[in-house]
């Protein structure tokens, strides 16, 4: 497969509110039956404080699959994953932050593209 004749192009930016005390989490919905989805740039910030943690993965379903890690990361730093990521059917992808304070405004903006199996 050539990566130049994929089929759709893909973008998305979700937004968030910290918690102070909890983890929270940003999430993709679940990639479609008979489709693949290859995200070569993610970013995740919180505009509004520093926190101390952000993780970013893939569940399958039953497991979460931890992929990044970036600690200690100050008020409006873009964290961004390292390489590409491959989710397949029923896969979805997610940025978990640690130590936001309640009313911070989180982004997570995925850039990539689609194909049909």
Not at 22 to 43: C, E, G, N
Not at 51 to 63: E, P
Not at 86 to 97: M, V
Not at 98 to 117: A, F, P, R, S
């Amino acid at each position: 497969m050539n990566i130049n004749e994929f089929v759709r192009l893909y973008r998305r930016t979700l937004t968030g509110v910290g918690v102070t005390g909890s983890v929270v989490r940003l999430r993709l919905k679940p990639i479609r039956s008979k489709r693949f989805r290859v995200l070569t740039h993610v970013s995740v910030e919180n505009l509004t404080t520093a926190y101390t943690k952000v993780r970013l993965g893939i569940n399958s379903g039953l497991t979460d699959h931890y992929l990044d890690e970036l600690i200690t990361v100050a008020a409006d730093e873009l964290a961004i994953s390292r390489s590409d990521i491959l989710l397949g059917e029923g896969d979805y992808f997610f940025a978990e932050l640690t130590g936001t304070v309640t009313g911070d405004i989180l982004v997570m903006t995925c850039v990539g593209w689609e194909n049909d199996i």
